[in-house]
């Protein structure tokens, strides 16, 4: 079955950490990194689980900072039986 | 391999001044983004306000004017007028379009002047320190009023949209919220209507988008987000005010 994988790019220095791409992610793929600081200061969001990614593009639109960009790569899926 | 979201060109390289979290990166985008759709980038004068989005105009990648505080529209009609032919935006909060801008903004859509107006509204002075706006909730707590607005001493908050829409010379009023993906898509497509309508010389068109400030609400970005949505939506309700058609025709 082809499906669709999405690969979201965080430009992470300048992310300010808010969050709110995090809270919107429907798979659950972004996180706000647990230490790590950027240039800035801030704890920035990460791509913890990219191969969860359907490239929905949420997380994008909502980034108030315009750090995240979005690609999307056809994909063979086993069908699961 | 296909990109499917990268920043616009309407946007500079510049990175913003504002609060993690805060939605007024969303609104610069949502502009620079419909005037790069529309082909309008190399065509289009903007005009910042005073408060939060006084530094707009490095990072909207259009030629813009630091207008004096609520005077935009009243500076958007004289380009205009001079530059007919250009597309000429303001983009205001609400301490600025609400408070001190009343008689400007009122006016400009009271003669149906041909500009675009993106009224950004977060219930609140911003950059200020957090003070009570015409438009803060009732029972909202903020800096000068601690015990919440009292609408028996501070009157209720301004629907600005509404009063707009009644006016003849206004052609298009819309209000809509940047609370969640959807919404953020549907604000768009209203700022792309917006300057469309100046476009096609239809008159006055005015966008109010509901937007948040986690800093001066005192909530963190994603509960932010979640109170505008249970409290600014039920009062400033969503959806087109006023419609094109129904617009003076220049």
């Excluded at chain 2, 400030?213 to 249970?230: F, Q």
Aim: charged share 20%; net charge neutral; aromatic share 4%.
């Amino acid at each position: 079955m082809a499906g669709i994988q999405g690969i979201p790019h965080i430009a992470v220095d300048r992310c300010k950490g808010c969050g709110l791409c995090v809270s919107v992610c429907p798979q659950s793929v972004l996180a706000i990194s647990d230490g790590a600081v950027n240039v800035k200061g801030y704890q920035p969001a990460i791509v913890a689980e990219p191969e969860r990614c359907i490239g929905c593009t949420s997380c994008a639109l909502i980034c108030p900072d315009v750090v995240i960009s979005v690609e999307r790569i056809p994909v063979k899926k086993e069908v699961k039986s | 391999m296909s990109v499917v979201f990268s920043r616009t060109k309407g946007l500079t390289e510049a990175e913003t001044h504002y609060c993690p979290g805060c939605t007024h990166g969303i609104a610069h985008r949502l502009v620079g983004e419909a005037l790069e759709e529309l082909d309008l980038l190399g065509n289009t004068i903007g005009c910042s306000a005073v408060g939060c989005s006084i530094l707009s105009y490095n990072y909207i990648n259009v030629d813009m004017i630091e207008c004096l505080h609520g005077r935009a529209p009243a500076v958007a009609t004289g380009i205009k007028r001079v530059r007919p032919d250009s597309i000429v935006f303001t983009y205001q909060g609400d301490g600025d379009l609400a408070s001190i801008g009343t008689a400007e903004i009122v006016h400009a859509a009271h003669r149906g002047e041909n500009i675009t107006v993106v009224f950004v509204n977060n219930a609140i002075y911003g950059m200020t320190g957090g003070q009570m706006a015409p438009t803060t909730l009732a029972g909202q707590k903020v800096t000068t009023a601690p015990a919440g607005r009292n609408p028996v001493i501070n009157g209720m908050p301004l629907k600005v949209s509404e009063m707009l829409a009644q006016i003849p010379g206004a052609a298009y009023v819309e209000r809509v919220s940047l609370h969640s993906p959807k919404e953020i898509r549907k604000a768009k497509r209203a700022i792309k209507k917006g300057l469309t309508c100046q476009v096609e010389k239809r008159g006055f068109s005015l966008i109010e988008v509901l937007s948040t400030c986690p800093t001066g609400w005192g909530l963190s970005p994603v509960d932010a987000v979640a109170w505008l949505e249970a409290n600014m939506v039920p009062y400033y309700p969503l959806g087109v005010l006023k419609a094109p058609e129904g617009g003076k025709n220049v």
